[in-house]
């Protein structure tokens, strides 16, 4: 049996004129890693925004284990969804235990202020929470950096901050907003291999991804947005194969006989290709 953490009714988000999400149906089970692509200006942060309360969707609504979610970030953030941003947020000039330590205050019964500021009634929570940011510090690979100021990291380690300081919210849902964006190849590999460890540890992951193949990898299940709506949904293997996605990301309908036109495409860029590469190595030869 699956059973629903998010599921997201009918949400549509509109700006002035401009629809930029349009009548979504989205579910992620428990258990599950869960993939949202789609062309650039398709609508995933939109939709990821009306998930997490940022914006207050124009129609529909979003549940979390079966209750109504108010669109209030911090309501949102203590139901159990944590998030991260496509452009990175951290406090630069904190510590990497103090972000993390800020993303636990959600957990606390102390606020925000009272844990930057450090007053009494956060000076006793402080050991507890302290031992639980070491613990995810550790988690994620950052535990010998603790000290150091976050924007003094290199940015592969920023985004894993990132990732540290949603996961001290205590979430049973992670959304990563294109979570590997700037990285290296090994980086890359590094985050794989960190989503699966999170997905093991029983929370249930979203993620928004350009590159394909660590989506293709990560993913049980991948939905794809074009302009809003949700064309295609399935397992990485149904939606690597389905024409329609491949047609959204060429930016063109196929339309009459696509073959025909594609391997023409192809054989002009070979040809090309072929003469570059005899005009270079004549020219290596020199
Ligand atoms: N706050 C906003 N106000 C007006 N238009 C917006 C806003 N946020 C996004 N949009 C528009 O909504 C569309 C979808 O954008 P976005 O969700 O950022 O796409 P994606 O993340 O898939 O690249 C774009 O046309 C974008 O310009
Ligand atoms: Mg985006």
Known sequence: ?????????????????????????????????????????????????????????????????????????????????????????????????????????????????????????????????????????????LAGKRDHLARNLPYGEQRKLEIARALASEPGLLLLDEPTAGMNPQETRATEELVFAIRDKGIAVLLIEHDMRFVFNLSDR???????????????EVVQADERVIAAYLGEPFEGDPGEAEAAEVEAAEAAADATSTTSTKGDAQ
């Open 1 to 141: 049996m699956t059973t629903p953490v998010l599921e997201a009714r009918d949400v549509t988000m509109r700006f002035g004129g401009l629809t930029a999400v349009r009548s979504v149906d989205f579910t992620v089970n428990e258990g599950e890693i869960v993939g949202l692509i789609g062309p650039n200006g398709a609508g995933k942060t939109t939709f990821f925004n009306c998930l997490t309360g940022l914006y207050v969707p124009t129609e529909g609504t979003v549940s979390y284990k079966g209750t109504v979610l108010p669109p209030k970030p911090h309501l949102v953030t203590k139901a159990g969804i944590a998030r991260t941003f496509q452009n990175i947020r951290l406090f630069a000039n904190m510590t990497v235990l103090e972000n993390v330590l800020v993303g636990r205050h959600t957990r606390t019964k102390e606020g925000l202020w009272s844990a930057l500021l450090r007053g009494p009634g956060f000076k006793k929570a402080e050991k507890a929470s302290e031992e639980r940011a070491m613990e995810l510090l550790e988690f994620i690979g």
């Open 222 to 236: 991948v939905s794809v947005l074009v302009q809003g709506e949700k064309l295609v949904e399935g397992t990485p």
